[in-house]
Every structure is written in structure tokens, then in C-alpha cells.
């Protein structure tokens, strides 16, 4: 009959604390993720503000969208999220005392957002989810001019403003750590104070990308 020496309580302490350690590393890892999206953004007409109380619109073509974006669970049907997102529309139109005039120009939008998602868990492999954002947007308009050749000089604006955003969407798993995304986002910026006047902006986005779990 063979005896065994005892292990030291004390030397197992530190391997336990340390495999639980572990364990938990693995658990955070496991609840991050990365993700991409592209879309489509619609801008909805913009409201300039001049000094004198004066108002006139000011529309967009629809554009591209892309947003890039980390995140953690917080729980399991809470999800927080840093986002970066770029998105650029060419202007259209000018209406001011029902006289519209057409316009050349871009506008161009570069935001930082902290959102907050809730997941509705089910038994399908749908997740549906809701979201809300806030966060700065850098807002840019290039060479905005008349098409019909007046002589007024181009405008070129950038201002950074108070932004927000809403949305909703759904997940599918494509595979062990890689879900399909589609989601509709309702973005929106305080009036930006432009030279001339104050310019209210919202737009429509659709997105499809990718989240990676790591």
C-alpha cells in the first residue's frame, strides 16, 4: 500500500485563483465583438434658419453610410457600443420663398457615438433589438453652389455638434462567432451654426454588415 503526501493547502490557492481568473478572461472575451456595416442613407430635407427668422430647405441625394464599431455584453440582453460612422450625401435642391433652385455640393458626416442595444432573446435564431446613441458629429459641406451659374461665391462649412441616434434591427448566426446584421438607424444633430444660418439635419440610414464575437 502506497501512502501520498498531502498537497499543500496553500499552493493550490493560487492555482485555483488563477484558473478562475482564466475562466473569466475567456468569458469577457467571449461576450466582445467587432462589426461593420455598409448602407444606405436617406436624408430627409434640411432647414436652414437665417437671422432675421427667415427659413428655407435645403435637399439631399441619397448616399453611402459605413460604420465601424466595438462592444461588449453586459448582460446577456444588454449590449454596449463604441461606434465611428462616415456618411456622405450630394445636396439637391434650394428652396427659399417657394423659389427652388438647384444645387452642386456635397455634405459629409464623421460621428463618435457611445449606444446602448437590448437583444430580445428568443427561440428562433432572429435576435430582434433596439438602440439608442449619443455622441459628437463633425458636419461638413463642400462647394455648395447654384447650378444655374450665379455668381454667388461656393459655401464650404465644418461645424461639430451634439448627435444622437435610434434604432432597431436584428442578428442571425451565419457561424460559431459571426452574425448577420440589418438595421434601420435615425440619426440626428443639434442645429449646426453655420456662417449663415442655422441648419437642421437628420437622415435615415439602412445598414447590412457583419458582427465577429472574440
Do not use: W
Not at 78 to 101: H, M, N, V, W
Not at 195 to 212: I, K, P, S, V, W
Amino acid at each position: 500500500m502506497t501512502l501520498t503526501r498531502p498537497q499543500n493547502p496553500r499552493a493550490i490557492r493560487p492555482l485555483t485563483a488563477a484558473l478562475v481568473l482564466l475562466g473569466g478572461l475567456q468569458t469577457a472575451q467571449a461576450e466582445s465583438y467587432a462589426s461593420l456595416r455598409l448602407g444606405l442613407a436617406y436624408p430627409g430635407a434640411a432647414r436652414l434658419t437665417f437671422p432675421r427668422g427667415e427659413t428655407a430647405h435645403l435637399d439631399l441625394h441619397p448616399g453611402a453610410a459605413v460604420s465601424a464599431a466595438v462592444g461588449f455584453h453586459l448582460t446577456e440582453q444588454i449590449r454596449l457600443e463604441g461606434e465611428l460612422g462616415y456618411q456622405t450625401a450630394p445636396l439637391s435642391k434650394f428652396d427659399f420663398a417657394l423659389e427652388p433652385r438647384n444645387l452642386r455640393g456635397d455634405a459629409r458626416r464623421f460621428a463618435v457615438l457611445g449606444s446602448a442595444y437590448y437583444d430580445f432573446r428568443n427561440s428562433t435564431p432572429f435576435t430582434p433589438y433596439i438602440g439608442a446613441g449619443l455622441g459628437l458629429a463633425r458636419v461638413a459641406i463642400d462647394d455648395a453652389h447654384f447650378r444655374d451659374g450665379a455668381t454667388a461665391p461656393a459655401v464650404t462649412e465644418r461645424t461639430t455638434v451634439l448627435a444622437y441616434q435610434l434604432g432597431l434591427g436584428a442578428s442571425y448566426p451565419l457561424a460559431a462567432a459571426v452574425n448577420l446584421d440589418l438595421s434601420y438607424r435615425y440619426f440626428a444633430t443639434a442645429e449646426l451654426p453655420l456662417e449663415q444660418a442655422d441648419l437642421g439635419h437628420a437622415c435615415h440610414n439602412l445598414y447590412a454588415g457583419l458582427r465577429f464575437a472574440f
